[in-house]
């Protein structure tokens, strides 16, 4: 099946402006969570949403949010972009707590990011 | 706290050698799973191992191994054999109670030269 994908891959943008970020889970992932990854900082959590509902947030700012459709694809928006916003934004996606234990066991599937780069 | 060490920023063999990368965790809780996810270039996170803290056993998967020990609260990762295709940021990841969210070390970086 389809893994996670996400768009775009690359963007660049300038500071001030806004970016959106999309993710669409593998078919039957309901919960898409969110991860930061720069160089300096190493990999954070950004926010975790479950059937359209935001379940976990990690230590960001309000200006990084997001949101989860009925169909379970995310987006994420970032809004007045610094240059230390410039970082690979990850995706994942996990089947429903208490699925099959194939399904399960894996935990979070990753998109290959969208690589954000502000100027 | 709850923290992740590893301490090995990149490890650079040649091919067909073994290679162990260290982690170290922290928790206090009882409960929890270790994770071993590999990066490549692509960007990608692959799943490699998860592990729950009621299980010490050593576990193999062809070329690779993991030694989880409590004692020392290390879960290092072994590849034997090396090849070019190993070559990639390896993360170890923790996870604690019911919050699925995941605590990073910081990677290694392995380069396995031909």
């Known amino acids: 099946k389809a893994g996670v994908t996400q768009t775009p891959r690359y963007l660049i943008k300038t500071r001030g402006q806004q970016v959106t970020l999309s993710c669409s889970p593998i078919?039957?992932?309901?919960?898409v969570s969110w991860y930061q990854q720069t160089p300096g900082q190493g990999l954070q959590f950004l926010f975790e949403?479950?059937?359209?509902?935001?379940?976990n947030k990690g230590n960001f700012p309000g200006r990084f949010s997001g949101r989860q459709f009925s169909n379970s694809r995310s987006e994420m928006n970032v809004s007045t972009l610094e240059l230390g916003d410039s970082a690979l934004y990850l995706c994942?996606?996990?089947?429903?707590?208490?699925?099959?234990?194939?399904?399960?066991?894996?935990?979070?599937?990753f998109g290959e990011g969208s690589r954000l780069t502000v100027l | 706290a709850q923290k992740v060490t590893q301490a090995q920023t990149e490890i650079s063999v040649v091919e067909k050698e073994d290679v162990t990368l260290d982690c170290v965790y922290e928790t206090r809780d009882t409960t929890y799973y270790l994770f071993w996810y590999k990066q490549p270039p692509s960007g990608e996170l692959v799943f490699l191992i998860r592990?729950?803290?009621?299980d010490e056993q050593n576990e193999i998967s062809g070329r690779y191994s993991w030694n989880f020990q409590k004692s020392t609260s290390s879960f290092n990762f072994t590849i034997t054999a090396s090849q070019v295709v190993d070559s990639a940021v390896y993360f170890c990841?923790?996870?604690?109670?019911?919050?699925?969210?995941?605590?990073w070390g910081a990677g290694t970086k392995l380069i396995i030269k031909p």
């Open positions: 949403y479950f059937s359209e509902t935001q379940r």
């Open positions: 994942a996606s996990k089947a429903k707590p208490g699925a099959a234990a194939i399904a399960n066991t894996g935990e979070l599937f």
């Open positions: 078919s039957g992932h309901r919960s």
């Open positions: 592990r729950n803290s009621f």
């Open positions: 990841a923790l996870r604690t109670g019911s919050n699925y969210q995941l605590i």
